[in-house]
Nanobody, 126 residues
Framework: QLQLVESGGGSVQAGGSLRLSCVAS????????MGWFRQAPGKEREGVAT????????YYADSVKGRFTISQDGAKNTLYLQMNSLKPEDTAMYYC???????????????????WGKGTLVTISS
């Protein structure tokens, strides 16, 4: 059973930056699509960014393109989300997730991942 543990959330002012980390309990290279999702109060969970661990192929929600960067460190079994130019609307619980497969699928983007972390809270003040 793959375990995922997020960290790096916090409270910052608009325009600031945060880097989220997600440590996996095993080597994910070439086995999983990894992603970051978020859920704001009163809203449904949405995909933020995904990366296929083998090829490094990335995909971003339009709302974060150019501001957020997803990356991985295979040696550390760690997934990152660098968030710059943060906005109040980025406030949410951020979740790391992993889905089995040879590439990232659309159903995984819609939340069909196999493993989820417990989340880390990001709060952006105006």
């Amino acid at each position: 059973q793959l375990q995922l543990v997020e960290s790096g959330g916090g409270s910052v002012q608009a325009g600031g930056s945060l880097r989220l980390s997600c440590v996996a309990s095993e080597d994910t290279y070439g086995k999983y699509c990894m992603g970051w999702f978020r859920q704001a109060p009163g809203k449904e969970r949405e995909g933020v960014a995904t990366i296929y661990t083998g090829a490094g192929t990335t995909y971003y929600a339009d709302s974060v393109k150019g501001r957020f960067t997803i990356s991985q460190d295979g040696a550390k079994n760690t997934l990152y989300l660098q968030m710059n130019s943060l906005k109040p609307e980025d406030t949410a619980m951020y979740y790391c997730a992993a889905g089995r497969g040879l590439y990232c699928r659309s159903d995984q983007w819609l939340g069909g991942m196999d493993y989820w972390g417990k989340g880390t809270l990001v709060t952006i003040s105006s």
